[in-house]
């Protein structure tokens, strides 16, 4: 007798499944800050004394994406007084472990020598926990990091459209046991049920027959933590999307208890939802008893036992209809109020029945949903003062709500998909660009959705941040690789185009869901994009980044401001070409398009990819000078204008933007750097003689280096950039 009941505890594996157990949950709450611990506690004393194999988490281990200093620390603590002791693990991981545990040390943690670990755990993350940021890491990394958990079931999503997944199990034998536990941490629900219904795009990856067993003999166990609730067929994972190989499936995230196995009608496996340990929505589903499973395995049977908590803080949740209720005035507070507190105090006595002969019973929870169609509500803060050292909510016991007009089933249906921990109510960014009649030009809806998330959910401060600066990089990219440059100095607005590239790149992602891009690295790999792209692109401000924004901004800007300034520009430059080419200015100033200098100018900064070739630069300087020239000689009446603009100070601005064109080639200028306006006060004569002289070595230097220009070319450069020394100066001049 004593020999079979050794090889059956030799040949059986036994773990204890819970979930949801968010620690640090209502921490600053004096009360109950306490209670996500003392749950978790027991939990590992549990497992010490029914001398489990391991302990498996379903995810939600934290309540927080970045957990406190004082979560931190109790949740070492107890792991480590529960997992580190001498009692020698009767099992053994047989599969790749560089495979599956994402971590740099690749092995599960009780093989490591340095550590004496008896009671191993493993832990996926959930959608309270997982990971963020640049380097993609949760607080269950930290763990691993300490050698405390065995993570696993983080996947990398990366590929075009909806990505795409492997799960490859841990493999774990004990004596003639053999369980093949699959891991899939939180992915958003939207993107995971996309996934199951694309071909290909979720892989299993199947044992292999080993020794003398074969690939039926592996008994198959899934871990995952997914919406489960059918609010939204588009939000939630269905069963039926699990291969039907699968023995056994521990789901996570749903926090009502139904801790028995059911079994899936058509599929083969069993499913088990062991629910939260910690009360964290007040609602009908969560006042049900809490408990753990224990899972017994041995070849290729099992046997389920559920282990009640007994540490879980009390709590009664009930239902009121005002108007089912006899004996109550509408008009008369008093009897409503008479009517609550004998509900209440009821279910203040029925908590500390169930508490039995405890030697420090806890405060009970109580939630009262009172319906009060008919009647008026009442102050819930003012009620629960008189429970104050009776009940562990006093501010919250009541919650009004008024019957739902689309029937009994949807009400039902509504407190079921509350049955999970407290979040914002969600409100779709696009909703909220229609009812502001908003046309966005830049950024697509569903980047700021998913940035928002990642700000509010993460609190990844950099979230909006990668997403404007990942989104203005693929923009410029768009447009660099237009099949044909020249056709912006033709176009008439480039807002139009850059509208276009919008409206292509929405396209472009239709097949992926809203949280396809990680926008939390974009900003880097913006970085590895410029350093790839640094020999074929404009790198007129390369050293300058704040200068690259400040033009950015001007292209994205709307038509009316660009219209308002264009004609602005236009009306503050003499005319020096004639009533023709003012009223062509004008027109063009009028319509916001630019299509004069505006667009050159945007060109030369923002359109990286979008420059002229070194002859026609040098063909821009030359007419951009004469032009100047002309000027000087047509309005030499004008003092004021002379003064105002300094014509030496324009070329130098024109040829420093135009400094990386000439680049092999000779670098004298007209003017130095640093001259400043004391020159519009010294007489007009001999300022015109400078300016005359230097326009004039200039104009030789260019005309050397471009002999071979064509004259026709250089009358259209010079009909097109007439104006365009006065749109250098009002923009700014970068100079290095």
């Not at 104050?388 to 009400?411: C, H, M, W």
């Not at 407290?422 to 959705?449: F, G, H, R, T, Y």
């Not at 032009?627 to 100070?649: F, G, L, M, P, Q």
Request: hydrophobic share 30%; charged share 30%.
């Amino acid at each position: 007798m004593g020999d079979s009941s050794q090889d059956e505890w030799s040949n059986t594996l036994r773990i204890l499944i819970a979930t949801d157990c968010h620690l640090g949950y209502a921490e600053k709450d004096e009360i109950r800050r306490h209670d996500s611990f003392q749950a978790f506690e027991e939990i590992c004393s549990i497992a010490d004394k029914k001398q489990v194999d391991f302990l498996l988490l379903g995810g939600d281990l934290f309540h927080e994406n970045k957990p406190s200093r004082s979560t931190l620390v109790q949740a070492i603590e107890i792991l480590r007084r529960h997992c580190m002791n001498d009692r020698p693990v009767q099992f053994q991981v047989v599969s790749d472990q560089a495979v599956n545990f994402a971590n740099k040390f690749g092995r599960v943690n009780y093989e490591d020598p340095y550590f004496t670990v008896g009671l191993p755990v493993f832990s996926i993350h959930g959608n309270h926990d997982d990971p963020a940021g640049v380097d993609n890491l949760s607080a269950v990394d930290i763990l691993s990091a300490c050698n405390l958990v065995n993570y696993f079931g983080k996947m990398i999503l990366e590929g075009s459209g909806v990505g795409q997944i492997n799960l490859s199990p841990i493999l774990i034998k004990k004596g003639l046991t053999s369980v093949a536990m699959y891991g899939l941490g939180n992915i958003r629900d939207e993107r995971l049920n996309r996934m199951f219904q694309t071909p290909h795009a979720v892989e299993w990856t199947r044992p292999d027959g080993q020794e003398d067993s074969e690939v039926s003999d592996w008994f198959n166990i899934l871990v995952l933590h997914q919406n489960r609730v059918k609010s939204n067929p588009k939000n939630a994972i269905n069963e039926h999307f699990l291969p039907r190989f699968l023995d056994f499936v521990v789901w996570g995230h749903e926090h009502e208890c139904l801790i028995d196995p059911q079994e899936v009608p058509g599929m083969g496996f069993h499913v088990t939802q062991p629910g939260s340990s910690v009360a964290t929505s007040l609602i009908d589903g969560e006042s049900k008893p809490k408990h753990v499973l224990l899972l017994e395995i041995k070849g290729s049977q099992y046997r389920p036992t559920k282990i009640p908590l007994h540490s879980v803080r009390p709590f009664e949740y009930a239902d009121v209809v005002l108007k089912d209720v006899p004996d109550i005035d509408p008009n008369d507070q008093t009897s409503i109020l008479e009517h609550l507190d004998t509900v209440v105090n009821d279910l203040i006595a029925k908590a500390k029945r169930k508490a039995g002969n405890k030697s420090e019973p806890k405060l009970p929870l109580i939630r009262i949903k009172v319906d009060y169609s008919g009647f008026t509500t009442i102050n819930p803060q003012r009620f629960g003062q008189k429970y104050v050292g009776k009940v562990a909510n006093p501010q919250d016991i009541l919650i009004f709500s008024k019957t739902s007009r689309r029937g009994d089933g949807e009400g039902k249906f509504s407190d079921a998909e509350r049955l999970r921990p407290e979040e914002l109510n969600q409100q779709n960014i696009e909703a909220l660009v229609a009812e502001s009649n908003l046309k966005m030009e830049i950024l697509p809806v569903n980047d700021l959705d998913v940035a928002l998330q990642n700000f509010v959910n993460k609190d990844d401060k950099m979230a909006f941040h990668s997403c404007v600066r990942y989104n203005l990089e693929e923009t410029r990219n768009k447009l660099a690789n237009d099949s044909d440059p020249l056709k912006f100095e033709e176009q008439e607005d480039l807002i139009l185009k850059v509208g276009e590239c919008l409206e292509e790149r929405v396209k472009g992602r239709s097949t992926q869901p809203k949280d396809f891009l990680d926008l939390s690295s974009g900003t880097q790999s913006m970085k590895d994009s410029r350093k790839k792209g640094a020999g074929t692109q404009n790198d007129f401000f390369s050293d300058d980044e704040d200068a690259s924004q400040m033009f950015t901004s001007k292209a994205t800007s709307s038509r009316k401001k660009g219209s308002t300034t264009s004609t602005r520009l236009s009306r503050d430059v003499p005319d020096s070409g004639g009533s023709q080419t003012a009223a062509r200015g004008r027109g063009r100033g009028g319509r916001g398009r630019g299509r004069g200098r505006t667009a050159s100018n945007l060109k030369q900064t923002t359109l990286e990819g979008f420059r002229h070739s070194e002859r026609s630069a040098s063909a821009v300087a030359a007419s951009a000078v004469q032009s100047i020239a002309r000027v000087e000689d047509i309005d030499s009446d004008s003092s004021d204008e002379t003064e105002k603009y300094d014509v030496n100070e324009v070329v130098v601005d024109s040829s420093e933007n135009e400094d990386s064109s000439f680049q092999g080639k000779s670098r004298k200028r007209a003017a130095p750097k640093g001259r400043s306006k004391a020159t519009a006060s010294s007489s007009r004569q001999s300022k015109k003689t400078d300016s005359s002289s230097s326009i004039h070595k200039m104009f030789m230097a260019n005309r050397d280096d471009d002999d071979d220009d064509d004259d026709d070319d250089e009358d259209e450069q010079r009909k097109r950039l007439k104006i365009q020394p006065r749109v250098t100066r009002n923009y700014g001049a970068v100079r290095r």
